[in-house]
């Protein structure tokens, strides 16, 4: 029996998006505090998985587990360290990061759009949106590191929140004899 990927949605997908979309809503009303929560869950995440990477590699020992993995987990035990002592200067740092990649991305979208004929004109339009957004956030870092992590945040919360209300989540199902007959407009996207 075989099994293929389907949408659908249940009634705990509506009631967790409802939940998310609350929650986008209480983070759009504080930007600033949703910032913070990110920068301490980044700082917590990142000292975490430091430890569990050395531990596991101090675990494996014997058995050959490589010693880049060690020096890894120490450097990203050092950067969770680092962000949840400063967590100020790790929001500026995080912001200015944001800021470029979006500036970057923005530039490789317009150049891409003379290679890409078919779309070019939402590459153009895509990327002189992501580069002016990175433009902005690089010229008004200060503002900026108080409240774009939140927006970013909340309107990731907010996105989350209204697909599981509008499509729920991909879930693995048996394939039936009549799977290969099923309409494409019958509510159900099936992906081998």
Do not use: C, K, Y
């Amino acid at each position: 029996m075989t099994t293929t990927m389907e949408r659908r949605r249940t009634a705990l997908d509506i009631a967790v998006g409802v939940l998310l979309i609350i929650a986008a809503v209480i983070l759009l009303g504080n930007v600033v505090f949703a910032t913070l929560v990110s920068v301490l869950l980044l700082g917590w995440t990142a000292l975490v998985s430091g430890i569990v990477m050395v531990v596991g590699t101090l675990v494996r020992l014997r058995s050959g587990a490589s010693w880049t993995v060690a020096l890894g987990g120490v450097v990203l035990a050092v950067l969770g360290l680092f962000i949840l002592r400063n967590s100020a200067i790790g929001a500026l740092t995080l912001t200015l990061i944001a800021g470029s990649m979006f500036l970057t991305t923005g530039l490789v979208r317009v150049f891409a759009a003379s290679v890409v004929p078919e779309a070019r004109g939402l590459l153009i339009v895509s990327g002189l949106i992501s580069a002016g957004l990175g433009l902005w956030v690089l010229l008004n870092l200060t503002t900026a590191s108080l409240t774009l992590l939140g927006t970013l945040l909340a309107l990731q919360t907010l996105v989350e929140g209204v697909t599981l209300v509008a499509v729920g989540r991909v879930r693995p199902m048996p394939a039936g004899p009549d799977m290969g007959n099923a309409s494409p407009t019958d509510g159900s996207h099936s992906m081998a």
